[in-house]
């Protein structure tokens, strides 16, 4: 699963990066501890641009009629046949910008957080988004990323990674012209990754140390969520 990450640029550098433009002002910085039901940028496209748009973590299916948690992920092998995820695989494609995700080693009783990434690049998660319209009258934008299974290098950790594409595959994406059977295949595959401290367990912790290398490697339990 993917249930953390950060997003470390400030909203121009991430704009220039990745060449898309704001469509509205983004009401986040940099952030090192994104949780589920945060507001985060999406990368959307239309017939001539890309644009970045922040967008709600937790698709909320269309039968739903309150603001609910919704789906923080959606799995790669089973996206086409999901009642709340299908219709949108085509129609309403995403990517999410993420300078790396935390992801969590169970060892006995103790969580160990690890931090993974590519030096130096923002990886762009593969997501589907929608905006649907509550009981209250108001309309909401949210988004779930796309996971696929873990790659040999970093199973140890966790069964499950994001699917994830480099700038050169986003059109590809974004247009839904990817063949299914290349979803995988044409995702990035080798992460690095390195243990990080405690402190990312706290869903209000939101300061840069936490995507830095931990001083007391492994060996202590994790108070997640």
Same mark, same amino acid.
């Given at each position: 699963?993917?249930?953390?990450y950060?997003?470390?640029?400030?909203?121009?550098?991430?704009?220039?990066?990745?060449?898309?433009?704001?469509?509205r002002?983004?009401p +986040?910085?940099?952030?090192?501890?994104?949780?589920?039901?945060s507001?985060?940028?999406?990368? +959307?496209?239309?017939?001539y641009?890309?644009?970045l748009?922040?967008?709600?973590?937790?698709?909320?299916?269309p039968?739903?009629?309150n603001?609910?948690?919704?789906?923080?992920?959606?799995?790669v092998?089973?996206?086409h046949?999901?009642?709340?995820?299908?219709?949108?695989l085509?129609?309403?494609?995403?990517?999410i910008?993420?300078?790396?995700?935390?992801?969590?080693l169970t060892q006995?009783?103790?969580?160990?957080?690890?931090y993974?990434?590519r030096?130096?690049? +923002?990886?762009?998660?593969a997501?589907?988004?929608?905006?649907?319209?509550l009981?209250?009258?108001?309309?909401?934008?949210?988004?779930?990323?796309? +996971?696929?299974?873990?790659?040999?290098?970093?199973?140890?950790?966790h069964?499950?990674m994001?699917?994830i594409?480099s700038?050169?595959?986003?059109?590809?994406?974004?247009?839904?012209s990817?063949?299914?059977?290349?979803y995988?295949?044409?995702?990035?595959?080798r992460?690095?990754?390195y243990?990080v401290?405690p402190e990312v367990?706290?869903?209000?912790?939101?300061?840069p140390?936490l995507?830095?290398p931990?001083?007391?490697?492994m060996?202590?339990?994790?108070?997640l969520?």
């Amino acid at each position: 699963m993917c249930g953390r990450y950060a997003v470390t640029p400030s909203a121009e550098e991430l704009a220039e990066e990745l060449q898309a433009a704001w469509d509205r002002p983004n009401p +986040t910085g940099p952030v090192y501890n994104a949780c589920p039901g945060s507001w985060m940028p999406v990368m +959307t496209s239309n017939s001539y641009s890309w644009k970045l748009i922040a967008k709600r973590w937790g698709l909320i299916p269309p039968w739903e009629a309150n603001e609910v948690p919704g789906f923080i992920n959606a799995r790669v092998e089973s996206i086409h046949e999901k009642a709340a995820f299908k219709s949108y695989l085509k129609r309403q494609p995403c990517l999410i910008p993420a300078s790396g995700y935390y992801e969590w080693l169970t060892q006995g009783k103790s969580k160990i957080p690890f931090y993974l990434h590519r030096p130096g690049e +923002t990886l762009l998660m593969a997501g589907i988004w929608n905006n649907i319209t509550l009981a209250n009258g108001s309309e909401i934008e949210s988004f779930a990323i796309i +996971t696929r299974p873990a790659d040999k290098n970093i199973d140890f950790i966790h069964h499950r990674m994001p699917l994830i594409y480099s700038l050169d595959k986003a059109d590809s994406w974004l247009n839904g012209s990817m063949d299914r059977e290349d979803y995988i295949g044409r995702s990035i595959h080798r992460l690095e990754y390195y243990q990080v401290g405690p402190e990312v367990g706290k869903p209000d912790n939101n300061f840069p140390s936490l995507i830095e290398p931990s001083d007391n490697p492994m060996g202590y339990q994790v108070d997640l969520f």
